[in-house]
Structure formats: C-alpha cells, structure tokens
C-alpha cells in the first residue's frame, strides 16, 4: 500500500507549442533547467534509495518534469497516468488504493496538484510550477494525510538570462564559423580577412567578459584557440591598412602614379596570405575550429553558476564594473604612448562588443554604451594604424624584397608620422577644451 505521495506540478513550459497541442508543450529551457539544478536537494529529502514509482500526465511539459524527477531518485521507468492529465481525482487515488509500492511521485498539473493535496492534508501552500510536497498516508491514500515537506518550485529567471547569453555567444562562434569558411574561399580579399577578425575580436570578448563563470579549463582552450588565429592573421591585416595608406599617397600624388610599392605590397601579400592559409587548412587548425564550435554551443560554467544560474544583475554589475575601469583608462591617456594606447583600443572595443551581443541582458541604457565606446575606439583606431603604418613601412624598408622601393616606404613612413602628430594633437586639444573626441575618418573596425 502506498505510504507516501509526492505531488508534483511539472516546470515552467512553453506558450505554445509548434503543433498548437495542449498535449505537446514542452519545458522552456531555462525551466527545464532550473528543475535539473533543484531537484537532486529536493528530493534527496526522500532518504537514500528511496522505493518509489513516478507517474507523469501524459502531457510532454510534465513527461520532461517526470525525467528530471525519475534522475534524481534513480528510478528507470516512468508510468503514464491519463487520470493526471484529465484532473480526475477519484480514478487517481483509485489507481493509488492498487498499487504496492511505499512511495508515489505523481507529476501532474495546476489546479489537480493543489486540490489533492489540500483535500488530503486540510491546507496547503499553492503550487507554483516546479513546487513538490511530500504528503505521508498512513492510513493508505483513502484517508487523512499528513504535509511531511513542501518546496517551492526553483527560480526561472537566472537560468533566462543564462540562456540569452549562451545563444549569444553560439550566434557569435556560427559568425565566426561562417567568417572563416568565407576568408578560405577568398583569401585574397581584404575584406574576408577583416571579416574574419571581426568574429575572433567578437567572441574573445565574450569569453573574456564570461570567464569569472566559465569553466576555466573550456575557457582557456577556446581562448588560446581564438588567439593563436587572431595572432597568425595579424600581419596580414596590417599589410592591408599599409596597402590602403599606400594607394592614398599614390592617389594624392605624394607617390607617383608609377610607383611600383603597391605592387611590392601585393607581392607581400601574398606571400603572408599563403602562409595563413595553409596553417588554417592544416588537420589540427580544422580540429580545433570544430572543436571551438562545439565549445562555444554547449557552455560549461563553474559548479555554483551549474547549481544557481546568473541573473541580469549580476551581469550588469560586472559590465558597470569593466566600463568603469574602461572609462578611468581613458581620462588622462597618454596619447603619445603607443602601448597605452593600444591597450585601451582594445578593451573599449571590448567592451563595445559585449554591449553589442549581450544588449538583451544589460539592459537599453548599457546597450547604449556601445556608440559612445564605437566613436572612441575609431579615433584610437586611426591612431594605432598610422603607428602601424610608419612601423611596417620601416621593417618592410629592411626587407631584401622591398629593395627598389625603400624610398617610396619613406614617404610612406613620413607621411604616418605627420597623420600620428596631427590626430595625437587634434585629441589632445579637444581634451584641454573640454569638448567630446570625434571620429577622424578612421577605417577599421576591428582590433589589431
């Protein structure tokens, strides 16, 4: 005879489901995990080994809740109770009066669960979806109970917002899958290239935005991944800017229209592209891509994030933490100083991607950050590519295969020097006048 019966009301299901069926709404999926991260406590309240049955509606929102119960008590099979779905409490406790097992844990639906119970113990608390009340029947299920534990059923909205972010940051690693296969097709093109160091920056922020709840061992693989791609295309990028600043000087008539630097930067190239290319083919870059995806798509997060979830406080909080951080870089940069500046080029970028993907979560106001941190980033951005230029244009001078052009990557050389000088004092005047920077024309939009 049965002694115990646990009513259970299923988890936070969906509106609707695609075939308009009552019968078929299925758990939305952060209700389906708050279920996984709560019940193995709820339910260890039943003891060690329980001896128990579990019954479900049949109803596919409370077949899923059914699941998450049947894992936590270790039962293998799940009986189909029709009684559970139609709320008929006589044929229910009809079903409960034949069966022999001491413990039954039904899940069922609102307002079934709420009327049982309390026509069994007298008062109850209400069921919210997810709740579970254990209900001793001494004198079997015909007679008065007795409420022996009631829980609550677990809080949705940390793992919502969890969800959010991991559809994100999957969003962002199918751009970068989408960016790369379309730089290997057209490697040859500047703009694939681009492209394809956009999705790295994008997702490297992410990553570096999540770590403090990441698992670390997952975190550090997609991280070395995504640098050691972002590093292996730097030169590339910077040949492109340099090939840009060159084609305006052979525009403006400061290098003459037979110059032949252009080409030698072509040549270039080529060369560096070959060599990216053919890394990125190799058996063990595709590997890791793959395997970079598929992190990417099923996130694993630190054990107390897994037991709890993450709210949008807690992730705004550390946003308004970073941009703060961001923000006191900023005041008083030294403009003249060039690590400096690509430093606080990056993490405003940074900062400006996470605002970007993650508006959703932080809220419009913190979305909104990302003009104001995009307007900054472009001026530090033409700052750091003419530094880059004069830098490359010197070591290229150096090069045996730049031997017929090393006075025109002078002027090339000079000439991003006097753009440096010029933008250097630009801010800094703006600075002292108290007025806003603005953007200079800059060109790319992505980090270097």
């Given at each position: 005879m049965v002694k115990m019966l646990v009513l259970v009301r299923h988890g936070a299901p969906e509106a609707t489901s695609p075939t308009g069926s009552d019968l078929d709404r299925r758990l939305t999926s952060s209700g389906a995990r708050s279920l996984r991260a709560a019940y193995p406590r709820t339910f260890a309240l039943?003891?060690?080994?329980?001896?128990?049955?579990?019954?479900?509606?049949?109803?596919?929102?409370?077949?899923?809740?059914?699941?998450?119960?049947?894992?936590?008590?270790?039962?293998?099979?799940?009986?189909?109770?029709?009684?559970?779905?139609?709320?008929?409490?006589?044929?229910?406790?009809?079903?409960?009066?034949?069966?022999?097992?001491?413990?039954?844990?039904?899940v069922g639906h609102a307002p079934f669960v709420d009327t049982l119970a309390a026509r069994l113990v007298g008062t109850c608390p209400p069921f919210g979806k997810g709740t579970a009340a254990a209900i001793d029947l001494p004198e079997g299920p015909g007679r008065r109970g007795v409420l022996r534990w009631f829980v609550t059923g677990p809080e949705c909205a940390s793992w919502e917002e969890l969800a959010v972010v991991e559809r994100a940051l999957a969003s962002s690693a199918t751009d970068l899958a989408g960016s790369a296969k379309?730089?290997?097709?057209?490697?040859?093109?500047?703009k694939r290239l681009l492209e394809f160091r956009i999705a790295i920056r994008r997702v490297r922020s992410l990553l570096q935005f999540l770590e403090p709840w990441q698992a670390k061992k997952q975190n550090r693989r997609c991280e070395h991944v995504l640098k050691e791609l972002q590093g292996a295309s730097a030169r590339l990028r910077a040949l492109d800017i340099l090939s840009d600043a060159v084609d305006g000087l052979v525009e403006s008539g400061e290098l003459g229209e037979n110059c032949l630097l252009p080409m030698a930067c072509a040549k270039e190239r080529a060369l560096e592209c070959s060599s990216l290319v053919a890394l990125m083919r190799k058996r063990h870059a595709a590997k890791d891509l793959k395997r970079l995806a598929r992190d990417l798509g099923e996130l694993r997060w630190k054990a107390k994030v897994a037991e709890h979830g993450l709210t949008a406080e807690d992730f705004r909080?550390?946003?308004?933490?970073?941009?703060?951080?961001v923000d006191e870089d900023l005041f008083g940069l030294d403009l003249r100083d060039g690590d400096a500046?690509?430093?606080?080029?990056?993490?405003?970028?940074?900062?400006?991607?996470?605002?970007?993907?993650?508006?959703?979560?932080?809220?419009?106001?913190?979305?909104?950050?990302?003009?104001?941190?995009?307007?900054?980033?472009?001026?530090?951005?033409?700052?750091?590519?003419?530094?880059?230029?004069?830098?490359?244009?010197?070591?290229?001078?150096?090069?045996?295969?730049?031997?017929?052009?090393?006075?025109?990557?002078?002027?090339?050389?000079?000439?991003?020097?006097?753009?440096?000088?010029?933008?250097?004092?630009?801010?800094?005047?703006?600075?002292?006048?108290?007025?806003?920077?603005?953007?200079?024309?800059?060109?790319?939009?992505?980090?270097?």
């Open positions: 039943l003891g060690d080994d329980p001896r128990v049955s579990v019954w479900s509606s049949p109803a596919v929102r409370a077949l899923e809740t059914a699941d998450v119960v049947a894992a936590a008590v270790g039962a293998e099979d799940i009986e189909v109770r029709q009684s559970l779905y139609a709320q008929d409490s006589a044929a229910f406790l009809a079903e409960l009066e034949a069966t022999y097992v001491p413990c039954v844990i039904a379309a730089f290997l097709a057209a490697p040859d093109e500047p909080a550390r946003f308004d933490v970073e941009f703060n951080e500046v690509y430093v606080a080029r990056r993490d405003t970028k940074e900062m400006r991607y996470v605002a970007e993907r993650l508006g959703e979560v932080l809220g419009p106001d913190r979305a909104q950050m990302g003009e104001y941190l995009d307007e900054i980033q472009r001026e530090l951005g033409a700052l750091s590519d003419a530094r880059s230029n004069k830098q490359l244009a010197e070591e290229c001078a150096k090069s045996p295969r730049f031997r017929g052009v090393r006075a025109d990557l002078g002027v090339v050389a000079r000439d991003q020097s006097e753009v440096v000088s010029a933008i250097t004092s630009g801010m800094e005047r703006r600075e002292a006048d108290g007025r806003p920077a603005r953007t200079t024309g800059a060109v790319d939009d992505e980090e270097e």
